[in-house]
């Protein structure tokens, strides 16, 4: 559904220019709920509007279902936009209307569109548990209820992509627990792919995967294990699942989720944080092969695994960024 290879976007003033994503790559499937976390700064957002047409890519390659965000003509976009994603808002007042109803707020895109259909606007403000509150104007609903009729909204024209900036931020940990319920609800009952971006790490347990984002490059993912998706039980932590606890910086998941470091075309990953600054490395980091498993570690400090079987060894920066061309390379 989402390919991203190479995502570079830069914003520019006339003395200032602010590189927010520096080559990123991604892969959503069709059908997938899953969620972007990051820091401020991250290029989370960046990411968001991009895939949402509402920015355009400096350079590399996005491209959502048929369309090509970086070659679209401007009636192109407005339709990507009309039909193909529906866009949740932090802020529900960019997806509202005040002084209508919540049921013409739900066919306002519909009309728009061209495609008026009120059976389908009522059925989404059931889907979203607001059967009994769809002649209400805004002023008369909770902040809940409000970001309930905006999910509906961004569904009214049928889209095949649903993106939700920090959809959870603003309102109480039960009201987010259970918007986040309507998402996996709608995700399993219309097959629409869901892309959360959000603060929140209890989403994690919602979503089938969870992207981090460091400095404009996807970082490290979280992908839930089938046994979870199963509903069964897991008790404890699987030792080899790679899962960290003991790092208090780096988000948790608890034993639901394996996690994996993302390792790009041309062999860079990032090294998270905690990591170098648990090793206390200054400037760079030795690799050492075994022949199965590759270490990590300062320069100086002896590894059993340096004296493996087709051994090699390179130096690199201490910014996380790691190539497997024998050459050091800055991921920042």
């Given at each position: 559904?989402?390919?991203?290879?190479?995502?570079?976007?830069?914003?520019?003033?006339?003395?200032?220019?602010?590189?927010?994503?520096?080559?990123?790559?991604?892969?959503?499937?069709?059908?997938?709920?899953?969620?972007?976390?990051?820091?401020s700064g991250s290029g989370k957002s960046s990411l968001l509007n991009i895939l949402g047409g509402l920015d355009k890519p400096s350079a590399g390659q996005a491209v959502v279902g048929k369309w090509d965000l970086l070659k679209m003509s401007k009636d192109q976009l407005v339709t990507y936009k009309r039909s193909e994603v529906g866009f949740i808002w932090q802020n529900?007042?960019?997806?509202?209307?005040?002084?209508?109803?919540?049921?013409?707020?739900?066919?306002?895109?519909?009309?728009?569109?061209?495609?008026?259909?009120?059976?389908?606007?009522?059925?989404?403000?059931?889907?979203?548990?607001?059967?009994?509150?769809?002649?209400?104007?805004?002023?008369?609903?909770?902040?809940?209820?409000?970001?309930?009729?905006?999910?509906?909204?961004?569904?009214?024209?049928?889209?095949?992509?649903?993106?939700?900036?920090?959809?959870?931020?603003?309102?109480?940990?039960?009201?987010?627990?259970?918007?986040?319920?309507?998402?996996?609800?709608?995700?399993?009952?219309?097959?629409?792919?869901?892309?959360?971006?959000?603060?929140?790490?209890?989403?994690?347990?919602?979503?089938?995967?969870?992207?981090?984002?460091?400095?404009?490059?996807?970082?490290?993912?979280?992908?839930?294990?089938?046994?979870?998706?199963?509903?069964?039980?897991?008790?404890?932590?699987?030792?080899?699942?790679?899962?960290?606890?003991?790092?208090?910086?780096?988000?948790?998941?608890?034993?639901?989720?394996?996690?994996?470091?993302?390792?790009?075309?041309?062999?860079?990953?990032?090294?998270?944080?905690?990591?170098?600054?648990?090793?206390?490395?200054?400037?760079?980091?030795?690799?050492?092969?075994?022949?199965?498993?590759?270490?990590?570690?300062?320069?100086?400090?002896?590894?059993?695994?340096?004296?493996?079987?087709?051994?090699?060894?390179?130096?690199?920066?201490?910014?996380?960024?790691?190539?497997?061309?024998?050459?050091?390379?800055?991921?920042?």
């Amino acid at each position: 559904m989402i390919h991203c290879e190479g995502l570079v976007k830069i914003f520019k003033t006339d003395d200032v220019e602010v590189v927010a994503l520096q080559g990123l790559n991604l892969t959503v499937e069709q059908g997938e709920m899953m969620a972007i976390i990051g820091n401020s700064g991250s290029g989370k957002s960046s990411l968001l509007n991009i895939l949402g047409g509402l920015d355009k890519p400096s350079a590399g390659q996005a491209v959502v279902g048929k369309w090509d965000l970086l070659k679209m003509s401007k009636d192109q976009l407005v339709t990507y936009k009309r039909s193909e994603v529906g866009f949740i808002w932090q802020n529900n007042a960019r997806n509202l209307v005040p002084y209508l109803t919540a049921l013409q707020n739900v066919e306002l895109p519909m009309l728009i569109g061209g495609k008026a259909d009120r059976t389908y606007a009522k059925e989404l403000l059931r889907a979203v548990g607001l059967e009994h509150r769809m002649g209400n104007r805004l002023t008369q609903l909770s902040g809940g209820e409000q970001q309930r009729v905006a999910i509906a909204i961004a569904l009214a024209n049928r889209p095949r992509l649903l993106l939700a900036d920090e959809p959870t931020g603003s309102v109480d940990s039960a009201t987010g627990e259970r918007i986040l319920d309507i998402f996996r609800e709608l995700n399993r009952k219309t097959g629409v792919t869901i892309v959360i971006v959000t603060h929140d790490l209890s989403v994690a347990d919602k979503v089938d995967r969870v992207v981090a984002i460091r400095d404009g490059l996807t970082s490290t993912e979280w992908i839930m294990r089938q046994s979870a998706r199963d509903n069964e039980a897991i008790t404890g932590i699987d030792k080899d699942s790679g899962i960290v606890h003991d790092l208090t910086e780096r988000p948790i998941f608890g034993a639901r989720h394996e996690e994996f470091v993302v390792v790009d075309r041309v062999g860079r990953l990032q090294i998270p944080q905690a990591y170098l600054e648990a090793m206390n490395v200054e400037g760079k980091v030795v690799l050492s092969f075994d022949g199965t498993i590759v270490t990590i570690g300062p320069p100086g400090v002896p590894t059993e695994s340096r004296e493996g079987f087709g051994r090699e060894e390179r130096s690199h920066t201490e910014d996380g960024g790691v190539s497997g061309s024998g050459e050091s390379r800055r991921s920042g």
